[in-house]
Each structure stands twice: as C-alpha cells, then as structure tokens.
C-alpha cells in the first residue's frame, strides 16, 4: 500500500515538473540549449572574405580613423623593384663588351682597346671614357695587376669609385615650404616621375601638393591630375597658356595654409617658339623662392635612351636654374646607362633616381654599386 502511494506521488512529481519544463521552454524558447551546428552553418557557408579579419593590422586602424576624419585613403606602399631586374639593355652591357678581354691569357694593347670601346658603346662619352682609362691604367701600375679578370675587377671598382658622392638624397629644409622643382625637354618623363615621386612620399606619410606648372598644353595638367587623384594630393593648376610661375606661387601658398610637407612643381619641356624655355624656368625658380617657399631641389629628368644628348641638356638646365640632381628615366628600355658617369664626372651632378618603367611602383633610388654590378650581370 505504502509503496503504491510512493509510486503514485512519484508519478505526480515527474507530470508536475516535466510539465512545468515544458511550459517554460515553449514561452522561453531561448532557454533552450542552443543548436550550434544550425548557428553556425551561415557562418562556415559565408564567403571567408567577407568575414572581419581576427586582428586589426595598425594600417587598418589608421584606415578606420582617417575614414572618420574625413581624409582621404592613404595609397598603398609601393614596392621597390631592384635595379638589376628591371635594367633593359643596360643589363649585363659590359659583360657582353668585354668578353674578348678575357678570351685573353694578359693585359695587352687589345685589353685597352676593348675596353675603351666598350665604354663609349655604353655611352660614358669619349671624354669621361679617356679619364676612366687613365685612372685605370694607373690602378694596374700602382697595384700590379697582370690577369685579364683582374683588370675587368678593377674596371668595375673604378666606375664604382667614379660614381661615388658624399650625398645624394633628397632634401628638405627645415623651415619655409619645400618645393622640389622638376624640369627637362618635353618627353623625358618629367610629369610621370612627380606621380611616382609623390606616390611615394604619400605612402611615407607626407602631404604633398602638385602643381601643373607645365601650363604650355591643357593634357599636361590633366596628366598630373590623374597621379595626384591616385597620390590623394592637392593640385594647383592654372589656364592654358597661363604664366606657369604664378601656378606654381599659389601651389606655395596652398601648401603653408594646409600645412602641407612638399610642393612637386611641374614644369613645361617646351615652349612656343617666342618664349624662352631657360628664362621662363629662371623666372619660376624666382617665383617659387618667394617666401614662404624654399626650393629645396632641382631635378632635372633625363630620357636615358638619348644618349649623349643627355649630357647637352644636362649642362644648358644646369646653367639656367642650378641642377640640384637627375632623375634619369627609361632604363628599362634600349638605354645603354653609360650617361649616368658623363653627367656625374662631368658636370658633378649626382644621379638621385632612376625611372625603371611606367608604373607607379617605377621609381628606384640611384645605387651607384648597385648599378655598376648590374651593368657587368652575366
Ligand atoms: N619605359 C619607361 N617609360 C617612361 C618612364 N618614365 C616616363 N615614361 C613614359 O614616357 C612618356 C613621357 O612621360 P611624361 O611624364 O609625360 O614626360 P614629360 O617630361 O612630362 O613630357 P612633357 O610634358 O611633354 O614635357 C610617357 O609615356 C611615360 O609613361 C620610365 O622610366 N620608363
Ligand atoms: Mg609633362
């Protein structure tokens, strides 16, 4: 009887109490256990790129806070290529000359023959190919050179040695507004290096304003346009035909109210036939001075593949408006690379950087060891 009494309560326990579960979990239906596989099958179905990224890189930070600024987006870093990859024609140029001085058992005649037409086929020029020539005789004298590999050693650490200068980057002062001014014949690849240029100096964290002071045709300031929407800088342009000084003054003025780092000046390469080209740089030089602006650099750029024409500009630019580097471009192509010793021995203008291409990544500083190794490649 007792038992049966236990049974029948225990009986009524299970009802009440089941039936109290499951009235709650119907008006709580959250209470019950969570189905994972079900949650997470949006989740493993979605497209993984879609998904936030586990980590907040500092460049996504910066991003998320220059988006609400209001800023523009930084461009991306652009990598560097290396000189020896992306040397056209000028890659591996003396190795190809020189060969016959190590089909050779000595140092002969033929030995400084070779290599003095070796040089000048590169396009050092016949006046720093004479230089280079005696300075090397003198090293095989004073070191007692006698094996063809030695002296081809000795030829490439002359042309080191030639190529060599103290400084050769690119400066800023320390007060006033910094313009670096570009200038060249028409064609260089003057317009195209400022994009590079300024590409890179964003990516560095610096503001950078352009200004199209090539006003001589409507396409040049469109040109600079196109980099400086890809570079996130200002422009300052003015009307065709416009005076290219006064661009390049209100460039100035724009950079010190936004407190910008550096104003990249373009310039014409050439202009209608009554207007002086050297006398209008002199009077842009002038204007760009005018306080607050410092004109920190002059870059003359040189189209590589004209050879020694190169070094004819070099010295007229170098008179009118004080070259403070060259910028020499189109070494990616059937450039022998030679001029980049004539204008240094020359002219005692050091080559800054060096155009390897079209792209905005195309821009390399000038490594002389660098350059020189590439030059003898296999
Ligand atoms: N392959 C190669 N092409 C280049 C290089 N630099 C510039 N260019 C090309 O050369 C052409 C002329 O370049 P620009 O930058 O317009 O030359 P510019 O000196 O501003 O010319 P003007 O405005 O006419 O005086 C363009 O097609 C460029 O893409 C380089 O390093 N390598
Ligand atoms: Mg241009």
Redesign the pocket.
């Known amino acids: 009887m007792t038992l049966v009494v236990v049974v029948v309560l225990l009986a009524v326990f299970v009802m009440v109490v089941g039936g109290a579960v499951l009235v709650r979990s119907r008006r709580y239906p959250e209470l019950e256990p969570p189905d994972i596989e079900a949650a997470a099958e949006p989740l493993l179905a979605a497209d993984h790129d879609r998904l936030p990224p586990p980590v907040v890189t500092p460049e996504e930070a910066a991003a998320v806070e220059a988006e609400a600024l209001g800023l523009p987006e930084p461009p991306p870093a652009p990598g560097r290529p290396r000189i020896r990859d992306r040397l056209g024609k000028a890659r591996g140029l003396i190795t190809g000359y020189v060969g016959s001085v190590l089909s050779r058992s000595s140092i002969d005649d033929s030995s400084w023959d070779d290599i003095e037409e070796a040089l000048i086929r590169a396009d050092v020029g016949v006046a720093t190919t004479g230089t280079l020539i005696d300075n090397l005789r003198q090293r095989v004298k004073s070191d007692s050179l006698d094996t063809p590999e030695q002296l081809l050693s000795a030829l490439r650490d002359q042309l080191k040695a030639d190529l060599a200068v103290e400084d050769r980057r690119l400066h800023l002062a320390e007060t006033g507004t910094n313009v670096w001014l570009f200038v060249?014949?028409?064609?260089?690849?003057?317009?195209?290096?400022?994009?590079k240029l300024g590409l890179r100096r964003a990516a560095e964290g610096n503001r950078v304003v352009m200004a199209a002071g090539?006003t001589?045709?409507a396409a040049?300031a469109e040109?600079l346009q196109t980099w400086a929407e890809r570079v996130g800088a200002d422009l300052v342009r003015g009307a065709e035909g416009g005076d290219p000084g006064a661009v390049v003054f209100d460039a100035v003025q724009r950079a010190a109210a936004r407190g910008a780092d550096l104003v990249l000046a373009?310039t014409?390469?050439?202009l209608h036939t009554k207007v002086n080209l050297m006398e209008e740089l002199r009077k842009v030089h002038r204007v760009a001075q005018r306080e607050p602006g410092v004109v920190s650099e002059v870059l003359l750029?040189i189209?590589a593949t004209t050879g020694q024409n190169g070094l004819t500009q070099a010295r007229e630019f170098a008179e009118a408006v004080g070259v403070t580097g060259v910028v020499l471009?189109?070494?990616?192509?059937t450039a022998k690379g030679g001029i980049v010793l004539a204008i240094q021995a020359e002219l005692g203008i050091p080559v800054k950087l060096?155009?390897?291409?079209?792209g905005p990544e195309?821009?390399i500083d000038f490594d002389p060891d660098e350059f020189v190794d590439a030059l003898f490649a296999a």
């Open positions: 060249g014949v028409n064609g260089v690849g003057k317009t195209t290096t400022i994009g090539d001589f045709r040049a040109q373009d014409a390469g050439r750029v189209d471009t189109k070494l990616d192509g060096v155009g390897v291409g079209e195309d821009l």
